[in-house]
């Protein structure tokens, strides 16, 4: 079990630039969520899925797309970088009513727009 | 809506003294309550959690917590710290399914 994977580690853009933040997890869970995380700011969520073909917005979703096509993999759209985007983005899943009911963590992509 | 606040921004601590990071939160409905660790440079571990049950919890590398409803707290607990204990922490509400709500997080730097 590889658990929450995430792609690229690091990753510089420029303003207006757009790229995808790969998520892929092999637990076979049915929710997934994307969290940033800013310095002294927590984690806030983007945007989070309670399965494939489901999505739905979190708490700063502004700026970002997302699809869920199969259970697998959960990808993070930028379509057009802004400097306020630069953070450390985190995927994780969840089982729910599994018996833990803990939400797993990929190891972070951490993005700078310039 | 959930909220959770962390009450220190930062805690420096001397190795092997005691430590309480401190949490409260906010809900209309019951809740399960969490607390996650972040290393330098790396992504969230789960340290431990309460779902129901015993209000006391026990969880990774020496760690507890207490919930308690009436006060609405959650702190985490550790009697004697190690060098290796400097890091984040992360206190977070979910009700079942919902997404976690994080705090901000307090820094956690244990001094030689």
């Known amino acids: 079990n590889a658990g929450v994977t995430q792609t690229p580690k690091f990753r510089i853009l420029k303003i207006g630039q757009s790229m995808t933040l790969q998520c892929t997890q092999d637990?076979?869970?049915?929710?997934m969520y994307w969290y940033r995380q800013d310095p002294g700011m927590g984690l806030k969520l983007i945007y989070y899925?309670?399965?494939?073909?489901?999505?739905d917005k979190g708490e700063v979703p502004n700026g970002y797309n997302v699809s869920r096509s199969t259970t697998e993999d959960f990808p993070l759209r930028l379509e057009l970088a802004a400097p306020s985007q630069t953070s450390v983005y985190f995927c994780?899943?969840?089982?729910?009513?599994?018996?833990?009911?803990?939400?797993?963590f990929g190891p972070g992509t951490r993005l700078t727009v310039l | 809506a959930q909220s959770v606040t962390q009450l220190d921004s930062q805690v420096p601590v001397f190795e092997e003294a005691p430590v309480e990071l401190r949490c409260n939160y906010s809900?209309?409905?019951?809740?399960?309550l969490f607390w996650y660790v972040q290393y330098p440079n790396q992504g969230l571990q789960l340290l431990l959690k309460?779902?129901?049950?015993?209000?006391l919890v026990k969880g990774i590398n020496g760690f507890e917590a207490e919930f308690n409803k009436s006060q609405t707290s959650f702190h985490l607990r550790k009697p004697s710290v190690h060098i290796s204990d400097t890091a984040e922490y992360f206190c977070?509400?979910?009700?079942?399914?919902?997404?976690?709500?994080f705090g901000k997080g307090t820094r956690l730097s244990v001094i030689a």
């Open positions: 977070a509400v979910s009700s079942g399914n919902t997404p976690l709500v």
């Open positions: 637990m076979n869970h049915n929710y």
């Open positions: 994780a899943s969840l089982r729910p009513g599994g018996p833990r009911n803990e939400q797993f």
């Open positions: 809900s209309s409905v019951s809740v399960y």
């Open positions: 899925s309670v399965g494939a073909g489901i999505t």
């Open positions: 309460y779902l129901s049950g015993s209000t």
